[in-house]
């Protein structure tokens, strides 16, 4: 059996493939502990036989670093690096992210001045010995680290990708004090200051992501854990406690893993993808799979692991509507969450949300049950868009109507970021839409960004659980070299490509996996004298060469004939992935003409997805629902549905 686990911030979803049969289920997430959703879920399926049994693999996509990383909950930790170096972190790149903000507030300190130690083992930018690291060094470090207790370490030194004998010593005379995280095992490449916030990131996520996944994975034992990477590859529960910073966008991977999938198999390789769900919005540009960045983001701090590059914005389906002090009608980031959740969950929640807008507006029909179980509560939806609505003025529909004007625009603007403002027109790509609330605002984003065509995939409610069971164990491996590209031959690239693939095929090997590993190597080039690299595929020099310049010019709009340097080597190790067939639709008996009022729109018909047959077009205004999301087919629009039951929008 394979479980797929998706946590988020309202529902927590699972995918179940045993055989060939397929299965779904969605639970309210319990933010307090994760883990109580995860065995709740999973022994609502039926799954606790096999669990003890040790007959289900799962696969995770966790928040919990995501989570504890924006709430600022990470462990007490102390950063070590050398002497002369200890505010590194504090000063950053004095980069300004709000430039004309008179009163730009400070982002708070990573790393507190008294928790920072300079140290020794020092080296120059060759690799050569510019100050020792002495025994008494060490002694001094361990006397300090004592005195303050702390549950984590990060070291990091100067030109350690280059040797890390220095790191590994006070690493071996620290460990069995606290959690400790080197750098030259986090991101051992260039970059004093990125490489130094990936480490200590990992150090401080690292104690908080071990407590948790010790804790799920004895609790579902013997039944094996895997973890969701940023990547989009998979690593061990055991593996990934040591590396925590690997995990801050895990559950959106999966999303945009099942995205590039469904989209090669609909012949569609070119996608916007769009995953609204309760709490945020991720969304991404994907051109035959996601596109990898390494200059990523999480709250105030870059960082620099290799991840999807997905951009995310505080509006999902729970984001609560308020009125400023200007009187002014805002939405989110703050979410109503799982607990009370929006008001129309009938859990306690007063405050209005962008759910309760859509219920008000008859767009979610107070007959429906939310993720196939929860009835809706119309009446406290109604009364919680009246408390905004009065103040201005206006009715509660009118209240809701902008609601989702709001909300429309913050994820249209969102969705701009990754194409427009990049280079990419958004009419060359199919928008692809899935979470539990994406269905419902898909056809106002494909209007707002003039996008052509729409997917939304069957088990979209759940798709990110299943690009979980989608994705493979990889490794992401660096090296910095530092040559120039006129300088340098191919075979040296080839020689350090073997030297780099030894140490992840040994960690995938020992989790498992055969020896039939594919290699995708890249390189981190710039022209002479730039500060910032753009990564291409690596083939040889005169062909990256060739790459780099098109990619410069597409970007910055020139090309220049200057000499090229070859900063850093990357390289992707990963396994075969599974082979997952989606069954093809089973046409069910065709319904009883049932309609709903949706304001704006006037009487529309509500179909289930299965009692559509495949190839037949039906034209907007459409409600098609079924268990775990609804999408509203606006005038306009038609849907088809393929074989699989996704469903192609097209605008006529």
């Known amino acids: 059996m394979l479980l797929g686990v998706d946590t988020g911030g309202t529902f927590t979803d699972f995918f179940l493939i045993d055989g060939d049969t397929l299965r779904i289920h969605k639970v309210l997430s319990t933010p307090d502990d994760p883990s109580r959703a995860i065995l709740e879920g999973a022994f609502a399926m039926g ?31 102390v950063y070590i690096c050398n002497r002369g170096f200890t505010d590194v972190l504090r000063i950053g790149r004095q980069a300004r992210s709000r430039l004309y903000d008179l009163h730009p507030q400070p982002h708070p300190d990573p790393v507190p001045a008294e928790l920072t130690l300079g140290t020794g083992g020092r080296l120059d930018h060759l690799g050569r010995v510019l100050e020792p690291l002495t025994e008494a060094d060490l002694d001094e470090l361990r006397r300090a680290v004592e005195d303050l207790r702390p549950e984590a370490i990060a070291i990091n030194l100067l030109y350690s990708y280059l040797d890390d004998r220095f790191e590994r010593r006070i690493e071996a005379a620290l460990e069995d004090l606290a959690f400790v995280s080197r750098s030259s095992f986090v991101l051992p490449e260039s970059k004093e200051y990125e490489r130094g916030i990936a480490t200590w990131l990992n150090a401080w996520l690292g104690p908080v992501v071990s407590r948790y996944l010790v804790k799920l994975t004895e609790a579902l034992a013997p039944s094996r854990v895997a973890v969701m990477q940023s990547s989009g590859g998979t690593i061990s529960a055991s593996q990934a406690s040591q590396r925590a910073v690997n995990l801050l966008v895990s559950g959106p991977a999966g999303g945009v893993a099942a995205a590039t999938r469904i989209g090669a198999d609909l012949g569609r390789r070119e996608l916007l993808s769009f995953d609204m769900g309760g709490t945020s919005t991720d969304v991404a540009l994907l051109r035959d799979g996601p596109t990898l960045t390494d200059e990523g983001s999480v709250g105030p701090y870059p960082v620099a692991i290799p991840m999807a590059d997905i951009h995310t914005i505080g509006a999902g389906g729970g984001s609560i509507a308020f009125l400023d002090a200007g009187g002014a009608l805002r939405v989110g980031p703050e979410s109503a969450g799982a607990d009370p959740g929006p008001a129309c969950y009938g859990r306690g929640g007063e405050q209005p949300t962008v759910t309760d807008a859509n219920v008000v507006l008859g767009r979610l029909p107070a007959n429906l049950l939310l993720a196939g ?35 429309n625009e913050h994820m249209a603007q969102a969705l701009r970021v990754i194409s427009l403002e990049r280079g990419y027109d958004p009419r060359d790509f199919a928008l692809i839409s899935f979470g539990g609330a994406g269905g419902l605002h898909v056809c106002a984003l494909a209007d707002a960004l003039e996008i052509p065509d729409i997917i939304v995939p069957t088990y979209g409610g759940v798709l990110s659980a299943l690009g979980l069971l989608m994705a493979a164990p990889s490794r992401f491996l660096v090296r910095t070299l530092n040559l ?51 990564n291409v595929p690596w083939y040889s020099i005169d062909r990256s060469l060739e790459e780099f310049h098109r990619q410069h010019e597409q970007r910055y709009g020139h090309a220049l004939a200057l000499p090229v340097e070859l900063v850093n080597l990357r390289l992707q190790l990963r396994a075969p992935a599974r082979t997952i067939a989606l069954p093809t639709l089973v046409v069910g008996a065709q319904g009883g003409g049932e309609k709903c009022e949706i304001v704006d729109i006037g009487e529309v018909e509500v179909r289930r997805r299965e009692e559509l047959r495949p190839g037949t077009t039906v034209p907007g205004p459409l409600l098609l629902i079924d268990s775990v999301s609804t999408t509203l087919v606006e ?9 699989r039951g996704h469903a192609q929008l097209t605008r006529g």
Not at 47 to 68: M, R
Not at 635 to 643: N, S
Request: net charge negative; no cysteine.
């Open 635 to 643: 005038p306009g629009w038609r849907v088809t549905l393929e074989q």
């Open 373 to 407: 179980s929860m009835p809706l509560d119309a009446p406290a939806a109604h009364r919680a868009l009246d408390s905004i609505a009065q103040p201005l003025d206006m009715t509660a529909e009118e209240a809701a109507r902008g609601v989702l004007q709001i909300t």
């Open 484 to 534: 120039r590209m006129n300088e340098v031959e191919t075979q040296v690239v080839e020689n350090a490509i073997i030297d780099l693939a030894q140490g992840g095929l040994s960690e995938l090997i020992a989790e498992g996996v055969d020896a039939n590993v594919e290699q995708q190597a890249s390189v981190d080039l710039r022209y002479t004298g730039q500060s910032f690299t753009i």
């Open 47 to 77: 799954l606790e036989a096999p669990l003890a049994a040790g007959d289900v693999q799962i696969v995770h996509g966790s928040t919990v670093a995501t989570n504890a990383t924006l709430e600022g909950k990470g462990a007490r930790t």
